[in-house]
């Protein structure tokens, strides 16, 4: 397994984000055990890059200005073989995000594409979205399956039950909690989270992707489970403990996975 590899290497992960999540994610990755460092200096990304174990790209606060950084981390990432997670925040909401994942996809290669439901059938078809919040009643596994075989990148589908291609194959998991989406940033840090468990492998396995949801899943559940865990405050500050405090044997006791093709 992955956890405690990355526990023992503190992998540098080199995070281009959104404004409202970098702290909890810089902390959730702490919280990991992986090294966070958040960079957007085009001047400096092969830098930081060329020692990353690997490199997040979460478009949620897109701007004109921030896409040549996210291309040059690409581009960078790609020429070291460093792997490259993207995570297409409310790329259904706007053609602006949608085009310009699409170019991403297109120019380099991306090891896996991590989002909500609405956010992946977005790059393969048509579909709308309100901001960044998903369609619930979306089938994650059909649409895993139809994403990953059509933008040929591993994916990972989340919603209340998630579904993860890699390797021509899916597996739906059903851990997790609501509270996820009562804090900002549930998404946002399972990509950071997805970037750390796939450090220095560019064509992750389907295990390693299953091992990071499962392991950000059942320490969320634990964290509901702790003093006042189901209010918003408690939980998040309960989700980095429980980041930091679960172990292999809790994820692998716990994790409820199933393959469907
Ligand atoms: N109803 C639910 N029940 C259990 N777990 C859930 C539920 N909804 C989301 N999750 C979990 O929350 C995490 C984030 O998934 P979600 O689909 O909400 O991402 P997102 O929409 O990109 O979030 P954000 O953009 O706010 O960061 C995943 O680990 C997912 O399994
Ligand atoms: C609220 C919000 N707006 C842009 S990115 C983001 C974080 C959750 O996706
Ligand atoms: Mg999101």
Same mark, same amino acid.
């Not at 040059?72 to 297409?88: H, I, Q, R, S, T």
């Not at 909401?93 to 059938?121: H, M, P, Q, W």
């Not at 499962?214 to 918003?232: F, I, K, M, W």
């Given at each position: 397994?992955?956890?405690?590899?990355?526990?023992?290497?503190?992998?540098?992960?080199?995070?281009?984000?959104?404004?409202?999540v970098?702290?909890?994610?810089?902390?959730?990755?702490?919280?990991?055990?992986?090294?966070?460092?958040?960079?957007?200096?085009?001047?400096?990304?092969?830098?930081?890059?060329?020692?990353?174990?690997?490199?997040?790209?979460?478009?949620?606060?897109?701007?004109?200005?921030?896409?040549p950084?996210?291309?040059?981390a690409?581009?960078?990432?790609?020429?070291?073989?460093?792997?490259?997670?993207?995570?297409?925040?409310?790329?259904?909401?706007?053609?602006?995000?949608?085009n310009?994942?699409?170019? $991403?996809?297109?120019?380099?290669?991306?090891?896996?594409?991590?989002?909500?439901?609405?956010? $992946?059938?977005?790059?393969?078809?048509?579909?709308?979205?309100?901001?960044?919040?998903?369609?619930?009643?979306?089938d994650?596994?059909?649409?895993?399956?139809?994403?990953?075989?059509?933008?040929?990148?591993?994916?990972?589908?989340?919603?209340?039950?998630?579904?993860?291609?890699?390797?021509?194959?899916?597996?739906?998991?059903?851990?997790?909690?609501?509270?996820?989406?009562?804090?900002?940033?549930?998404?946002?840090? $399972?990509?950071?989270?997805?970037?750390?468990?796939?450090?220095?492998?560019?064509?992750?396995t389907?295990?390693?992707?299953?091992?990071?949801?499962?392991?950000?899943?059942?320490?969320?559940?634990?964290?509901?489970?702790?003093?006042?865990?189901?209010?918003?405050?408690?939980?998040?500050?309960?989700?980095?403990?429980?980041?930091?405090?679960?172990d292999?044997?809790?994820?692998?006791?716990?994790?409820?996975v199933?393959?469907?093709?």
């Amino acid at each position: 397994m992955r956890l405690n590899q990355i526990r023992q290497n503190n992998p540098l992960i080199i995070c281009l984000t959104n404004d409202v999540v970098k702290n909890f994610t810089a902390n959730g990755l702490l919280a990991l055990g992986a090294s966070p460092a958040m960079a957007t200096e085009v001047e400096e990304l092969e830098d930081f890059i060329k020692h990353a174990g690997a490199v997040l790209i979460n478009i949620g606060s897109l701007t004109k200005e921030s896409m040549p950084s996210m291309e040059k981390a690409a581009e960078a990432a790609n020429k070291f073989g460093v792997p490259v997670v993207l995570d297409p925040v409310a790329c259904s909401a706007t053609a602006f995000r949608k085009n310009f994942c699409l170019k $991403l996809i297109e120019n380099y290669d991306i090891s896996v594409i991590r989002g909500n439901a609405s956010e $992946l059938k977005g790059l393969i078809e048509e579909a709308t979205m309100k901001g960044t919040d998903s369609d619930l009643s979306l089938d994650t596994v059909a649409i895993a399956q139809a994403a990953g075989g059509q933008l040929e990148t591993a994916v990972i589908v989340t919603g209340a039950q998630d579904a993860v291609y890699a390797q021509g194959k899916v597996k739906k998991l059903s851990n997790g909690t609501e509270m996820l989406t009562k804090v900002t940033g549930g998404g946002c840090l $399972l990509g950071a989270i997805v970037s750390a468990f796939i450090y220095n492998e560019v064509e992750p396995t389907l295990d390693d992707l299953v091992e990071a949801v499962s392991y950000y899943n059942v320490a969320a559940e634990r964290a509901e489970s702790l003093d006042n865990g189901t209010l918003p405050g408690h939980f998040q500050i309960n989700l980095l403990d429980m980041l930091n405090s679960i172990d292999e044997n809790d994820v692998a006791e716990n994790m409820r996975v199933e393959e469907v093709s």
